[in-house]
């Protein structure tokens, strides 16, 4: 039965036209939302190897061959590029005064064109040797004020720049990497990890030193690898409770280059069910040669590549005792366009190989990234045709069609891109465009409803009474006009509802229906309650708020009015809503000035409008409207603590009486 399942679900995927996965993982990505959504993979398991191996902690490739620092095994294993054979084995090595030296456990290796750097970890030491295992130099301890000489030094990743600078990640140390001069001079620390910013660290500059001594201490988390592309040093950490410097780009100083970027790197939190998930562990990160980031997660065993610009590729991998799965991952390489991941648990070499999916994918985004946008136009139409919900296509699209001038469509692929702020220079191109074709008509349509209008204002009726002469009597004369409604009795609790509707489709419309050029962060689920309290809650509140107020300082106003007066008094506010939605279609970000002095004026108006109608309705002093106000804003605070605690009674009371009913179910079963 198992076997004709097994037939039946391949039959189905070739009658589609789907590889069939014989990967352990699901190839995924994430949209511009942050789901994970089902992808087309671009890398696939190529081969297994493994050459007896003991805890290896390293990889590296130079030249033709592999250095893998086989920790267990006490050596360094160098293996041909394509992993067949063993070229070489490092473990006794010269000293410069003739004697022999053995390596312990050594969890690092970097070659350049004339050395061998290698971190011996438990002999507390950098040995720098050639390739006839003689050592050049070594490396110990350093003596210094800025080296805490109660700590041990057990180097684990290396690397060197081009200078020959030496740079080594210190297991206990959390200021950086250690850094060392060509003659292994130690020069300082590289790279520090930022301290986390937490109420607790603020809150330190309150408190006595005693208090101080006796919490935790905020301290950085140490970097735990790194590599170079030759110009910047890349830096990751595994910590998992961390949520910054998780991968960083320091130039020659020590600067962060993503410091200012809004990045993300490992696996994204889902926004509804969390089950299962864990923050980024980085344990390993590599640089290829066309300037790609691969990363590998320890936790969860994912590879995340990404492209020179940090924007995510590819995942692959997984926790896995099955072929191609991994257990305990300890390294990442690339080199002749595979990706090779070291498992310190299995004891193996992984490689992965690009699929088609991928060699398309690298072509298009080596084009994008060096500005040959309309070149790569048909090779991101070819990577859509693989997977429709590859959202680095879209962008690669709009930006090659913006290019081409084909302004329309380049606004629909950065809608689908997500991406406001191209659709904002499309919308921009596309609008003006549109107005040198059509000014004359333009012209023309402008002219004929300003005359239209000023006729209908020359020859209608002025109404003298009615519920329309109140609403354009209150906007335009705030400060009589509520008096007169109060003495003449006016205003409708009907037209009140209107405008609170109104007020209520305008805050849906204000966060829905605005110009996509202005949208910053999309939502895409849609959920009623929050504009229900942002709208008729929020003043219903104010209502009850004022009128429990209100009768307690001998105002006049009943329920009923402040109720009608109040809604009259939004009125402004709730007009420059829907005025800046429609404009929203019409203007670009560089225009935006102006929505904004509209939202000002209609703000303002309305206050202006409210204190007007608070004043009139209870018949109060100038102070006394103030302090009317202010207490209502207090007893609003109150009605919503009032109501938050009473949420979470019902919820206890809610699970005190299933509690019962389920226990009570169960003894009657029993």
């Known amino acids: 039965m198992k ?13 589609v036209g789907l590889p069939v996965n014989a990967m352990p993982y699901i190839s995924y990505n994430y949209d511009n939302f942050g789901d994970a959504l089902p992808s087309q993979a671009g890398y696939t398991v190529q081969k297994i190897f493994s050459y007896g191996f003991s805890e290896p902690k390293d990889i590296f490739f130079s030249g033709e061959n592999f250095y893998i620092a086989d920790t267990g095994n006490n050596r360094i294993v160098v293996i041909d590029s394509e992993l067949e054979s063993m070229v070489e084995i490092y473990d006794k090595f010269v000293m410069p005064d003739g004697s022999e030296t053995s390596l312990n456990q050594p969890k690092g290796v970097f070659v350049s064109e004339e050395f061998i750097y290698i971190s011996d970890t438990q002999n507390n030491r950098i040995i720098v040797a050639d390739f006839n295992s003689e050592v050049i130099s070594e490396i110990k301890k350093p003596v210094s004020e800025i080296y805490d000489q109660n700590k041990t030094f057990q180097p684990s990743a290396i690397l060197a720049d081009k200078a020959g ?12 990497c250690a850094m060392f001069s060509k003659q292994g001079e130690f020069i300082g620390f590289y790279g520090a990890n930022r301290s986390e910013m937490s109420f607790v660290t603020i809150r330190n500059y309150f408190v006595s030193e005693k208090k101080k001594s006796r919490r935790i201490r905020n301290i950085p988390t140490g970097i735990n690898n790194f590599d170079t592309d030759g110009e910047f040093i890349y830096t990751c950490t595994e910590n998992s409770e961390k949520t910054v410097d998780i991968i960083k780009k320091l130039n ?5 280059i993503f410091t200012d970027r809004k990045l993300h790197f490992g696996d994204y939190e889902p926004k509804h069910n969390t089950t ?4 980024p562990s980085i344990c390993d990160i590599d640089v290829s040669e066309n300037g790609n980031i691969n990363c590998i997660d320890s936790e969860t065993g994912h590879i995340f590549q990404y492209d020179k610009e940090c924007k995510l590729l590819f995942v692959m991998g997984n926790i896995s005792g099955q072929s191609g799965g991994f257990e305990k991952p300890s390294a990442i390489e690339t080199a002749n366009g595979n990706i090779y991941v070291l498992d310190s648990k299995k004891n193996n070499i992984t490689v992965f190989s690009e699929t088609d999916f991928g060699v398309t994918v690298h072509k298009a985004v080596d084009l994008y990234n060096s500005g040959y946008y ?11 045709k693989y997977d429709s919900n590859y959202s680095y296509a879209y962008n690669g699209v709009a930006y090659a069609l913006l290019r081409n001038g084909d302004y329309k469509s380049a606004m629909k692929y950065s809608e689908l891109a997500d991406n406001s702020e191209l659709y904002n220079k499309a919308f921009e191109e596309y609008r003006s465009v549109f107005l040198k074709a059509n000014a004359g008509k333009i012209f023309l349509t402008v002219i004929a409803v300003t005359l239209i209008i000023l006729f209908r204002n020359k020859y209608k009726k002025k109404v003298v009474s009615g519920k329309k002469k109140w609403i354009k009597y209150t906007v335009r004369h705030p400060f009589e006009s509520f008096e007169d409604m109060r003495w003449q009795k006016a205003g409708s609790l009907k037209t009140a509802f209107i405008i609170i509707a109104l007020f209520f489709f305008g805050t849906i419309a204000i966060d829905r229906l605005y110009g996509f050029q202005f949208v910053a962060d999309y939502d895409r689920t849609f959920n009623i309650i929050p504009y229900f309290i942002k709208s008729i809650v929020l003043f219903a509140v104010w ?15 009943t329920i009923k009015n402040i109720c009608i007066y109040s809604a009259y008094s939004i009125i402004p506010y709730v007009v420059q ?3 800046n939605v429609i404009l929203s279609h019409f203007m670009v970000r560089d225009e935006y000035v102006l929505m904004e002095l509209i939202e000002t004026v209609g703000t303002v108006w309305s206050i202006i409008m409210i204190f007007s109608a608070i004043k009139a309705v209870h018949q109060y002093s100038l102070k006394k409207t103030f302090t009317a106000i202010f207490l209502t804003v207090v007893a609003m605070f109150i009605m919503l603590i009032l109501l938050i605690l009473f949420i979470v009674l019902l919820q206890q009371i809610w699970i005190f009486v299933s509690t019962i009913f389920t ?7 029993v």
């Open 3 to 15: 076997r004709f399942l097994i037939l039946f679900v391949i039959l189905i995927n070739i009658s």
């Open 165 to 176: 600078n030496i740079y080594t990640v210190l297991n206990n140390i959390t200021t950086g």
């Open 252 to 256: 020659y100083s020590g600067k962060n």
């Open 276 to 279: 299962g998930y864990s923050k």
């Open 374 to 384: 309309s070149e790569a136009l048909d090779l991101w139409y070819e990577i859509l």
């Open 543 to 557: 209502t009850i708020g004022n009128w429990s107020v209100c009768t307690l300082l001998d105002g006049e106003g």
């Open 577 to 579: 809503m829907y005025i």
């Open 663 to 669: 226990e009570i179910i169960y003894r009657f079963r």
